[in-house]
């Protein structure tokens, strides 16, 4: 089954420490991955997509196809990166392209 | 080129009425996706459409619910009877098609959040 799993639901880190937000996903093919954020109050935004291999606001994120996994990371987290985050992928599937997004995870920097 | 459209972005509602949540997509767009949000909770995808047809509807209610993205005019979802329970944040989504034919970056709009009383 095609699926992308955030196991944690809430993840609380001070302020400059590491972040690590996991991302597992099952899907036979070669899928896009994609990180999005909503921060209080405002739409889901576009963070960063593998295939860009970009660094967003310090978020870097590495396709490892070996163990399906999207990891978002940041090496010091900052107070305005709280916010919820999403890991989703889009492939084929039965011949129609599908769009799955994990549950989130929120992110709580602490001062 | 605006952004994901939707309106009304507040809808508030009595139990038994319609509830009509409209969504237009970005210029040029051909994919949109629904999404419900809980308080506290993560998104819950409803219905994947391409005009006039709709690709996946696996996360919609099977009574109540019903959505459409007719060739003119924005993308519709309609909840007919709504409950207490119907009240969420109620995302749209449209996404360009890539060149291989599928789905792109999605941009979201700022939601729709119904009440029903």
């Known amino acids: 089954a095609q699926r992308v799993t955030q196991p944690e639901k809430l993840l609380s880190v001070f302020k400059g420490a590491p972040v690590e937000l996991k991302c597992n996903y099952s899907y036979s093919g070669s899928p896009e991955l994609f990180w999005y954020v909503q921060y209080s109050r405002q739409r889901l935004q576009l963070l960063l997509r593998?295939?860009s291999r970009e660094s967003i606001k310090g978020f870097t994120a590495d396709l490892n196809k070996g163990e399906t996994s999207f990891h978002l990371k940041k090496p010091f987290a900052q107070e305005e990166d709280s916010a919820m985050y999403y890991c989703a992928l889009s492939g084929l599937t039965s011949g129609t392209y599908k769009y799955i997004f994990g549950t989130g995870t929120r992110l709580k920097v602490l001062a | 080129n605006a952004g994901v459209m939707q309106n009304p972005r507040h809808l508030v509602r009595r139990r038994g009425q319609e509830a009509r949540l409209r969504c237009s997509p970005m210029?040029?767009?051909?994919?949109v996706y629904w999404y419900r949000q809980l308080p506290e909770e993560g998104l819950k995808f409803m219905v994947y459409l391409q005009k006039e047809n709709i690709i996946d509807e696996s996360g919609m209610p099977k009574e109540r619910f019903s959505a459409e993205f007719p060739k003119e005019g924005p993308s519709i979802l309609r909840i007919q009877q709504v409950v207490r329970g119907d009240s969420a944040a109620y995302f749209c989504?449209?996404?360009?098609?890539?060149?291989?034919?599928?789905?792109?970056?999605?941009?979201f709009g700022p939601g729709t959040r119904l009440t029903v009383l």
């Open positions: 593998h295939i």
């Open positions: 210029k040029g767009h051909s994919h």
């Open positions: 989504a449209s996404s360009p098609t890539t060149d291989r034919g599928g789905a792109d970056t999605q941009y």
